[in-house]
């Protein structure tokens, strides 16, 4: 933000509007416009609490060590649900993301983890919708003593240990293999970050997130696991829905078990990197963030421009009109960094595309946004360095905009040097970057 004035919103009244294990509340807001006006709107949040993701690695041998669970949310959306992923798990009361980070790891992987480092202090899922944060950590392991099967038997959990060559694991966050977001942001920092990080030995504290340090899985099985929905129970359903879902699955070492499994329901989004490489800038977005006011942050964040599409949209073309429309430059030559992470898989089946594509800056200036839809969205046309450097220091507060700008940090050098030439098209250039 560069307005003198910062710009305010007050939550006036807050309806909530289904109460059990999820909680969707109706926010009436009063909110500062960056026109200098102010207008009354209403949002919902949806409040799940707070997360940790978990990165292992063994610094001696380059591997990390990754878990493979049922993850209720990919199996809502028609998907593989049994997914390779960072261990993760939600954050109790009065625990520090440390703290939990160091508990859920034991409880997945049977060992303790060394040195734990906090990358990101918490960043929103999707903050347009839910306050419910993500915190980063990476921490030392022994890969040599993992492997069987872990996780918390009165709750259900049936987690299988993953060891994976370090490289292999970027690999697979560069060509879509990992389906979840909080995976992909800590397999594009562990590439840019990955010397630095195995020399270094002291923890990073939690009360310091500005100090913050700037074999596979069984191929061979003979079967694949399997989970069913069997049953589909509507317990809220307006803007949002939520569903109690009941699951029968394969477990990791053998046998069968039934679960009911809550899924969160909001559809699918799709967020724009657009750089101009005329100028080494990108485009950013700045508006209010329910999610974030909710939570009691400062509401009004630098992000990606993003939004969500209809069902059964096309992401490219959805993330050429959000461009247009929130920032008034056209998207040229756009490619996916990822067709489609998860956020939250334990309990959400929302995903979010993440495009990559050139801008003239030029033409991102002004405010912009739908007003029937209450929208007020000022341009924010930023240095990449800044850019790069506000995801190192855990400035950026939004997880798709901090996973895109760690893939950007790993492929800037190459993206600007892949000017669009007539006998070279830029898509085909971008497309060879990423490995598609």
Same mark, same amino acid.
């Given at each position: 933000?560069?307005?003198?004035?910062?710009?305010?919103?007050?939550? =006036?009244?807050?309806?909530?509007?289904?109460?059990?294990?999820?909680?969707?509340?109706?926010?009436?807001?009063?909110?500062?416009?960056?026109?200098?006006?102010?207008?009354?709107?209403?949002?919902?949040?949806?409040?799940?609490?707070?997360?940790?993701?978990?990165?292992?690695?063994?610094?001696?041998?380059?591997?990390?060590?990754?878990?493979?669970?049922?993850?209720?949310?990919?199996?809502?959306?028609?998907?593989?649900?049994?997914?390779?992923?960072?261990?993760?798990?939600?954050?109790?009361?009065?625990?520090?993301?440390?703290?939990?980070?160091?508990?859920?790891?034991?409880?997945?992987?049977?060992?303790?983890?060394?040195?734990?480092?906090?990358?990101?202090?918490?960043?929103?899922?999707?903050?347009?919708?839910?306050?419910?944060?993500?915190?980063?950590?990476?921490?030392?392991?022994?890969?040599?003593?993992?492997?069987?099967?872990?996780?918390?038997?009165?709750?259900?959990?049936?987690?299988?240990?993953?060891?994976?060559?370090?490289?292999?694991?970027?690999?697979?966050?560069?060509?879509?293999?990992?389906?979840?977001?909080?995976?992909?942001?800590?397999?594009?920092?562990?590439?840019?970050?990955?010397?630095?990080?195995?020399?270094?030995?002291?923890?990073?504290?939690?009360?310091?997130?500005?100090?913050?340090?700037?074999?596979?899985?069984?191929?061979?099985?003979?079967?694949?696991?399997?989970?069913?929905? =069997?049953? #589909?129970?509507?317990?809220?359903?307006?803007?949002?829905?939520?569903?109690?879902?009941?699951?029968?699955?394969?477990?990791?070492?053998?046998?069968?078990?039934?679960?009911? #499994?809550?899924?969160?329901?909001?559809?699918?989004?799709?967020?724009?990197?657009?750089?101009?490489?005329?100028?080494?800038?990108?485009?950013?977005?700045?508006?209010?963030?329910?999610?974030?006011?909710?939570?009691?942050?400062?509401?009004?964040?630098?992000?990606?421009?993003?939004?969500?599409?209809? #069902?059964?949209?096309?992401?490219?073309?959805?993330?050429?009109?959000?461009?247009?429309?929130?920032?008034?430059?056209?998207?040229?030559?756009?490619?996916?960094?990822?067709?489609?992470?998860?956020?939250?898989?334990?309990?959400?089946?929302?995903?979010?595309?993440?495009?990559?594509?050139?801008?003239?800056?030029?033409?991102?200036?002004?405010?912009?946004?739908?007003?029937?839809?209450?929208?007020?969205?000022?341009?924010?046309?930023?240095?990449?360095?800044?850019?790069?450097?506000?995801?190192?220091?855990? #400035?950026?507060?939004?997880?798709?905009?901090?996973?895109?700008?760690?893939?950007?940090?790993?492929?800037?050098?190459?993206?600007?040097?892949?000017?669009?030439?007539?006998?070279?098209?830029?898509?085909?250039?971008? =497309?060879?970057?990423?490995?598609?």
């Amino acid at each position: 933000m560069t307005d003198e004035k910062k710009l305010q919103a007050t939550i =006036t009244d807050r309806k909530r509007v289904y109460d059990g294990f999820f909680k969707i509340d109706e926010l009436t807001i009063d909110m500062d416009r960056h026109d200098g006006t102010v207008q009354t709107v209403k949002r919902m949040n949806f409040e799940r609490g707070n997360a940790v993701g978990i990165l292992g690695y063994d610094k001696d041998l380059d591997r990390v060590v990754l878990t493979n669970e049922m993850r209720p949310g990919m199996l809502a959306a028609g998907e593989y649900p049994f997914n390779d992923s960072v261990s993760a798990g939600m954050i109790d009361a009065g625990e520090t993301a440390t703290q939990a980070a160091k508990r859920e790891w034991e409880e997945e992987t049977g060992h303790e983890i060394e040195d734990l480092k906090l990358v990101h202090a918490g960043a929103y899922v999707s903050a347009g919708g839910t306050s419910e944060r993500l915190a980063l950590t990476a921490g030392f392991i022994d890969s040599t003593e993992y492997g069987g099967v872990h996780g918390e038997v009165d709750e259900g959990e049936s987690i299988n240990s993953v060891i994976l060559p370090a490289d292999e694991y970027i690999a697979r966050a560069e060509d879509g293999r990992l389906k979840d977001m909080k995976s992909l942001a800590l397999a594009f920092w562990l590439a840019r970050h990955r010397d630095e990080f195995r020399n270094s030995d002291a923890p990073v504290s939690d009360a310091s997130a500005g100090q913050m340090i700037s074999g596979v899985l069984d191929e061979k099985k003979e079967e694949k696991l399997n989970a069913t929905i =069997t049953n #589909r129970k509507t317990l809220y359903e307006g803007v949002f829905k939520i569903e109690e879902l009941t699951i029968d699955m394969d477990k990791h070492g053998g046998g069968t078990q039934t679960l009911k #499994r809550l899924n969160y329901e909001r559809g699918d989004a799709v967020a724009v990197l657009g750089y101009d490489q005329n100028t080494d800038e990108v485009v950013l977005v700045n508006e209010m963030r329910t999610g974030m006011l909710a939570a009691g942050d400062y509401p009004y964040a630098d992000t990606l421009p993003a939004a969500m599409m209809a #069902r059964g949209a096309d992401a490219i073309d959805a993330a050429k009109t959000t461009m247009q429309r929130e920032t008034g430059a056209t998207l040229n030559n756009p490619a996916f960094i990822h067709p489609g992470a998860f956020v939250s898989a334990g309990g959400t089946s929302e995903k979010i595309a993440l495009v990559f594509g050139t801008v003239d800056a030029e033409q991102a200036r002004g405010l912009h946004g739908r007003a029937e839809k209450g929208e007020d969205i000022q341009t924010v046309v930023m240095k990449a360095d800044d850019f790069i450097k506000a995801a190192d220091e855990g #400035r950026i507060k939004d997880m798709k905009s901090l996973t895109c700008a760690f893939w950007f940090a790993l492929h800037r050098d190459e993206l600007r040097a892949s000017a669009p030439q007539p006998d070279a098209p830029f898509v085909k250039k971008i =497309t060879n970057i990423l490995g598609k």
